[in-house]
């Protein structure tokens, strides 16, 4: 699917967040280089999306573990943007506060 989208010309990002998830590896260097390439520099983390986030862990089970994943999603719901994940299962339950999953 990612290969369809680049070539229909999306746009593609990522979050600061999920670039730290990312960044932790294990990766090589040239996969580090193709992916700042076509996801351009990640879109920051700000205060509202704090705010957010924290709404999401609250009001999903705060369930222990899933912080990453609600930062994530206030990043998408706050750029008004779909979230693209083979971790469906964890981001589903943001549905109803308006998440899009690709």
């Given at each position: 699917?990612?290969?369809?989208?680049?070539?229909?010309?999306?746009?593609l990002?990522?979050?600061?967040?999920?670039?730290?998830?990312?960044?932790?590896?294990p990766?090589?260097?040239?996969?580090?280089a193709?992916?700042?390439?076509?996801?351009?520099?990640?879109?920051?983390?700000?205060?509202?999306?704090?705010?957010?986030?924290a709404?999401?862990?609250?009001?999903s089970?705060?369930?222990?573990?899933?912080?990453?994943?609600?930062?994530?999603?206030?990043?998408?719901?706050?750029?008004?943007?779909?979230?693209?994940?083979?971790?469906?299962k964890?981001?589903?339950?943001?549905?109803?506060?308006?998440?899009?999953?690709?």
């Open positions: 699917m990612l290969r369809r989208w680049i070539s229909d010309g999306e746009v990002g990522m979050s600061a967040v999920a670039w730290t998830e990312f960044l932790c590896g990766l090589v260097p040239s996969t580090l193709l992916a700042a390439d076509l996801i351009g520099p990640p879109t920051e983390f700000t205060p509202g999306e704090a705010a957010l986030a709404r999401l862990f609250n009001d089970g705060r369930r222990r573990g899933s912080l990453l994943d609600c930062m994530v999603a206030a990043t998408a719901l706050g750029e008004g943007a779909q979230i693209a994940t083979v971790n469906v964890d981001f589903r339950r943001f549905e109803p506060f308006g998440l899009r999953l690709a």
